[in-house]
Nanobody, 123 residues
Framework: QVQLVESGGGLVQAGDSLRLSCAAS????????VAWFRQAPGKEREFVAC????????LSGGSVKGQFTISADSAKSTVYLQMNSLKPEDTAVYYC????????????????WGQGTQVTVSS
């Protein structure tokens, strides 16, 4: 089993930055890619970004491109999501997820999920 724990969420103002962390533990050797998703109230879960432990990365083609940056510290088994110039529409619960093979933007392809961390951006 793999456990994922997100942290770093909170209440910020528009234009602020936050860095989310996703700490993996357990059988992390079974994972190859870690992704961030987010879900706003009443909306579908949205792919944000994904990275492979070996450093390859992909970002969504949506509104976060150029605004959010994903990175990984494999020695710490931790993936980060740096979020800059936050907007009220970035308000959501942010989840990290892991899978055994390459990155995917489809949430159903991920076997392991964290509990989520709330990010609220006020205007």
């Amino acid at each position: 089993q793999v456990q994922l724990v997100e942290s770093g969420g909170g209440l910020v103002q528009a234009g602020d930055s936050l860095r989310l962390s996703c700490a993996a533990s357990g059988r992390t050797a079974n994972t190859n890619a870690v992704a961030w998703f987010r879900q706003a109230p009443g909306k579908e879960r949205e792919f944000v970004a994904c990275i492979r432990w070996n450093g390859g990365s992909t970002l969504s083609g949506g509104s976060v491109k150029g605004q959010f940056t994903i990175s990984a510290d494999s020695a710490k088994s931790t993936v980060y999501l740096q979020m800059n110039s936050l907007k009220p529409e970035d308000t959501a619960v942010y989840y990290c997820a892991a899978r055994t093979v390459f990155c995917s933007s489809t949430s159903a392809n991920y076997a392991y999920w964290g509990q989520g961390t709330q990010v609220t951006v006020s205007s």
